[in-house]
């Protein structure tokens, strides 16, 4: 059975900041392993995935995302946070033939 | 393409009625999702289907939904009879083949049932 794991359901940062959400996994196989961004009153869009190429993924909006299988770890990174980067993010873990289970989510807050 | 399409965007209901829900996944994804998202218990997934066929329905929460999927093209949640704890988001997803499950999230149902 796959489960996920994010450390903290809200976390706050100064713009400009580094940006660090915590995600940790539970997979009986190789997984994949995903960030999903959500703004306000929106669906879940992709920001990364990992599919056991480069364990760096880099995703849009200056995100990346390490996959360290010794940890069970993939977490989210951004050097610098943006008032935009104010969202929802949610990790997910699945692969091609089962489901594909999210966290319960970090809400992302940018102070100024 | 113009994404998973989702409908009604905004639904309330008295409690008792039925509900139902529609999906149109993006042409061609062979895999379709049913989430519901709530403050209390996040984002989880009711169902899904592969090539129409239910798949796994064990998150469905009790009799009173159900899902069908009768086309590649078409899939309804429905709740009969609908309960105030059903209000929440209620998500439709797609994936395409060989597409490493990247899923791809229509813009939700938002459901109050009163």
């Known amino acids: 059975a796959q489960s996920v794991t994010q450390l903290g359901s809200h976390v706050s940062v100064s713009e400009g900041a580094l940006v660090l959400l915590r995600c940790n996994y539970s997979s009986s196989v190789p997984p994949y392993l995903f960030w999903y961004v959500q703004y306000p009153n929106q669906g879940l869009q992709l920001l990364l995935k990992y599919t056991s190429a480069a364990t760096l993924v880099k995703g849009i909006n200056g995100f990346e995302a390490e996959f360290k299988k010794s940890e069970t770890s993939f977490h989210l990174t951004k050097p610098s946070a943006h008032m935009s980067d104010a969202a929802e993010y949610f990790c997910a873990v699945g692969n091609r033939d089962d489901k594909i289970i999210f966290g319960k989510g970090t809400r992302l807050h940018i102070l100024p | 393409d113009a994404g998973v399409i989702q409908s009604p965007r905004h639904e309330v209901t008295e409690m008792g009625q039925e509900v139902t829900l529609r999906c149109k996944p993006i042409?061609?994804?062979?895999?379709l999702f049913w989430y519901r998202q709530t403050m209390m218990r996040g984002l989880e997934l009711l169902i899904y289907f592969n090539n129409n066929v239910p798949i796994d329905d064990s998150g469905m929460p009790e009799d009173r939904f159900s899902a069908k999927m009768p086309n590649a093209s078409f899939s309804t949640l429905k709740i009969q009879p609908s309960e105030p704890r059903d209000s929440a988001v209620y998500f439709c997803?797609?994936?395409?083949?060989?597409?490493?499950?990247?899923?791809?999230f229509g813009e939700g149902s938002w459901l109050t049932v009163v």
């Open positions: 042409s061609g994804h062979d895999y």
């Open positions: 997803a797609s994936i395409p083949p060989l597409g490493g499950n990247t899923i791809y």
